[in-house]
């Protein structure tokens, strides 16, 4: 009940007087008053009006005011009006309030008695109905909050079931997708990386146990590709899946089998000896060539050429285990008769040895053949244009008038000790060719440490400058760093000796060595060469940029010229000249030419000057 919303009070009592008493009481109160002069009119107007307080006679013709209290506390709707009772005697309290009445007057009703009470009900009525509304509006909320817990809750449960699906989906797939990364499609094999790795653990175990040893058998089925291209590739597929289950079968449980790719199959495992791993090796060759294949009513019968490969630490990485095995397995299948090739690493080495003897009297007839011959590289001054410089760099001619490159046969000539004459062969016959044909260039020769430490290695040169008038700074020795090291005090007294002659020297190969640094203090030298390895991708490796700027700023600080090797593009080019390195040599600039060749650019240049 608003304040401002005037209250409604019933008066009931048959006494006409009664009632004008009340009325009389209430005028000056902000209320409207209605009258009801018997119980079951009372019962008609509070349906009718619901007042906000009824004022009660208890003793009535007809119907008693009990009676109508009693029946309006017991309808809902009428329950919650206060009821007051007005009674001529105190007898009728305990009734009255029995039957639902809020307070009672005693007649004859007072004047300010009857105010107050009907105040203080009116205000404990108004007070009352505000809790109630106040109620039903936080019952109302707390419903809708409900709801909204509810519906909020159903949505989580909704949103949790799609997360773990979709979670238990990527994990499928993950799963699918590692399966995939290690497996092979057709026989469902480890594939080539999965096998890798597992080599990649067994070398790092190398030498842990001494009982057992890890063997790596590598296959190549002889006839796939027969039966690929005249059966087609679902034979192709076929037969790889059968071969991938007789592996399964012959092999033990720990034993590690995968599918190399195309018709290679290997398998890792471990044995206590090579005969041993022999006996497993040709079980497996057995069961796969007698494995029949058919297709379309037609039989093929299949031979494997097989490689047995022990894991030892000679062998540095699995791409060198791998090469091992591939070639061992390409032996085994060109020598046929379906032999088991076993790789040794002792017997390589003796294999590599015997193979670089055969090369010995080839070279020694190449030189007192003189199929030698001169090339020549040119050497750019980053300073001066003009400035004509060049490497010479030997080659050998076969006999078949085709060049064989120095890699094909300085190592061995190194080896066998046939380097020496080489150098002989070059110095000589680029002195006999300078003095025919005089140029005012300058030209760098490669001398071996076999030749310096020779006590008449300094003579042969002396002698030669002599006979064909080679003016003084024309020629440049370079001198490898592992040469120099291996013979220090030769090579010093060496680089000394000639100095005095005017020949320059240059420290070849420069940053490969350990000690690098070491040997520039030694050797009094003109130039460092630093190497093909720091110089080739400078400009895409800062590290070998840093190492040749470190190698440029200590060379200029001790007055020593620095030249770059292997300088193949611009952009190298470029960050050198940045560096400030004094040469450049490389295929970006001149490769390699007969030296009769180059001479004639040098003339045309100084012509054209
Ligand atoms: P080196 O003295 O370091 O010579 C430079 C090598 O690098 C030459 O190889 C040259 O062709 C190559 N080269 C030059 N520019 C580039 C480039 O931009 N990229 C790449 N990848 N390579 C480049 P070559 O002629 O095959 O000679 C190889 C080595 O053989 C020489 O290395 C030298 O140590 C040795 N050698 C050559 N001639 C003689 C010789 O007369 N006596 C001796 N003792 N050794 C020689
Ligand atoms: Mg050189
Ligand atoms: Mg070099």
Redesign the pocket.
């Known amino acids: 009940m608003d304040d401002n919303i005037q209250a409604t009070i019933l008066a009931v009592d048959d006494e006409p007087s009664n009632l004008n008493i009340i009325a009389g009481y209430l005028k000056s109160m902000p209320i409207k008053l209605l009258v009801a002069n018997s119980g079951e009119k009372a019962l008609t107007v509070t349906q009718s009006t619901m007042p906000d307080m009824i004022l009660m006679d208890i003793r009535m013709p007809g119907m008693s005011g009990i009676e109508v209290c009693r029946q309006l506390k017991s309808s809902p709707k009428t329950a919650d009006i206060p009821v007051i009772f007005l009674t001529a005697s105190d007898g009728d309290v305990s009734e009255s309030f029995a039957a639902g009445g809020v307070d009672y007057l005693v007649k004859p009703v007072k004047s300010e008695e009857l105010i107050a009470r009907v105040n203080t009900h009116l205000k404990i009525r108004k007070l009352v109905k505000s809790l109630a509304q106040a109620n039903s509006l936080l019952e109302g909320v707390n419903e809708s909050l409900e709801a909204k817990v509810q519906e909020r809750t159903r949505e989580l449960v909704a949103l949790n079931r799609n997360l773990r699906r979709e979670v238990d989906e990527r994990r499928r797939l993950q799963d699918k997708i590692t399966y995939l990364s290690e497996h092979d499609f057709i026989t469902r094999m480890l594939n080539r990386n999965a096998m890798e790795s597992e080599l990649d653990i067994a070398l790092d175990g190398v030498g842990e146990s001494s009982s057992t040893r890890h063997y790596l058998l590598f296959i190549d089925l002889d006839q796939f590709k027969v039966i690929n291209d005249t059966c087609g590739h679902i034979a192709g597929d076929e037969l790889l899946r059968q071969v991938a289950d007789t592996l399964r079968a012959v092999t033990d449980k720990q034993d590690v089998c995968a599918r190399m790719g195309g018709d290679e199959f290997a398998i890792l495992f471990s044995s206590e000896d090579m005969g041993l791993a022999i006996a497993k090796t040709r079980a497996v060759k057995t069961a796969l060539e007698q494995q029949e294949f058919t297709w379309q009513e037609e039989q093929f019968q299949h031979t494997v050429s097989v490689a047995l490969v022990e894991i030892d630490n000679s062998i540095d990485s699995v791409s060198h285990l791998l090469s091992i095995a591939e070639r061992t397995c390409y032996y085994s299948k060109i020598k046929g008769g379906g032999e088991i090739s076993v790789f040794n690493a002792s017997r390589e080495l003796i294999e590599k040895s015997q193979k670089q003897a055969k090369q010995v009297p080839i070279i020694r007839q190449a030189i007192a053949e003189n199929r030698l011959e001169l090339?020549a590289?040119r050497i750019l001054s980053l300073h001066d244009a003009s400035e004509k410089k060049a490497?010479?760099?030997?080659?050998m001619k076969n006999e078949d008038g085709s060049l064989k490159?120095?890699?094909q046969f300085?190592p061995v000539a190194e080896r066998f000790h046939l380097?020496d004459s080489?150098?002989r062969w070059?110095l000589s016959h680029l002195c006999q060719w300078l003095a025919k044909n005089p140029t005012d260039a300058s030209f760098c020769?490669?001398?071996?440490g076999d030749?310096i430490a020779k006590d008449s290695a300094c003579e042969f040169i002396t002698n030669l400058l002599r006979e064909y008038r080679i003016p003084k700074g024309q020629l440049c020795f370079?001198i490898?760093e592992t040469s120099a090291i291996a013979n220090i005090d030769t090579t010093v007294r060496f680089v000394n000796t000639l100095h005095q002659t005017g020949c320059e020297f240059a420290l070849?190969?420069f940053g490969t060595g350990t000690s690098s640094y070491e040997y520039l203090k030694k050797l009094a030298i003109d130039y460092v060469?630093i190497?093909?390895m720091f110089v080739?991708d400078i400009d895409k490796d800062p590290i070998n940029r840093k190492m040749v700027e470190s190698i440029a700023a200590i060379a200029s600080a001790k007055g020593i010229k620095v030249v770059a090797?292997?300088?193949?593009n611009d952009a190298a080019k470029a960050i050198l000249s940045d560096i400030g390195v004094d040469y450049i040599?490389?295929?970006?600039e001149h490769?390699?030419e007969p030296l009769p060749g180059l001479c004639s650019q040098f003339k045309m240049q100084q012509e054209h000057a």
């Open positions: 090339h590289q490497e010479i760099l030997v080659r490159l120095p890699g300085i380097i080489i150098d070059v020769v490669n001398l071996s030749f370079e490898t070849d190969d060469k190497d093909g080739r090797e292997c300088v193949e040599q490389g295929f970006c490769r390699p």
